[in-house]
C-alpha cells in the first residue's frame, strides 16, 4: 500500500523553474520496490504522461513535451521523489500528479500505476 503527496506546485512566470516533490508513505513493501511516474492533467484533457523512473532511479523516461526540460529523480532514504521543471511555458499548465508502480521500470500508460496522489496545480502565466 502506499500513499503519496505532492507538493510544490504554484503560479509562476513563462520561463520560471519549479520543483515538484511527492512524498510516499509505504506499508508491506519498501519505497525502492516501486517505480514512480509524473503525470499531468489540464482542463478538459486526457492525463498525460510526463516522466517515469525506475526503482533504483537509475533509468528515466520522459515525454517529447517535456526532455530537456524536466528531471525526475528521487531518493529513496527520504521516500519522495522530485520532479523539477525549467524553462515552463504557459502550456505546462495543470494539474500535476505522482503515481507508483511495482514495475521496475515504470511505464508511460497511467493504467499500469495502481496509486496516484492528490495532485498539486502548477499554473504558468505569460
Known amino acids: 500500500q502506499v500513499q503519496l503527496v505532492e507538493s510544490g506546485g504554484s503560479v509562476v512566470q513563462t520561463g520560471s523553474s519549479l520543483r515538484l516533490s511527492c512524498a510516499a508513505s509505504?506499508?508491506?513493501?519498501?519505497?525502492?520496490?516501486?517505480?514512480m511516474g509524473w503525470f499531468r492533467q489540464a482542463p478538459g484533457n486526457e492525463r498525460e504522461f510526463l516522466a517515469t523512473?525506475?526503482?533504483?532511479?537509475?533509468?528515466?523516461d520522459y515525454a517529447d513535451a517535456v526532455k530537456g526540460r524536466f528531471t525526475f529523480s528521487r531518493d529513496n532514504t527520504r521516500n519522495t521523489v522530485y520532479l523539477q521543471m525549467k524553462s515552463l511555458k504557459p502550456e505546462d499548465t495543470a494539474v500535476y500528479y505522482c503515481?507508483?508502480?511495482?514495475?521496475?521500470?515504470?511505464?508511460?500508460?497511467?493504467?499500469?500505476?495502481?496509486?496516484w496522489g492528490q495532485g498539486t496545480q502548477v499554473t504558468v502565466s505569460s
Open positions: 523512473i525506475s526503482r533504483g532511479g537509475g533509468t528515466t
Open positions: 503515481a507508483a508502480t511495482t514495475r521496475r521500470l515504470g511505464s508511460r500508460r497511467s493504467s499500469e500505476y495502481g496509486y
Open positions: 509505504v506499508s508491506g513493501l519498501t519505497f525502492n520496490s516501486y517505480a
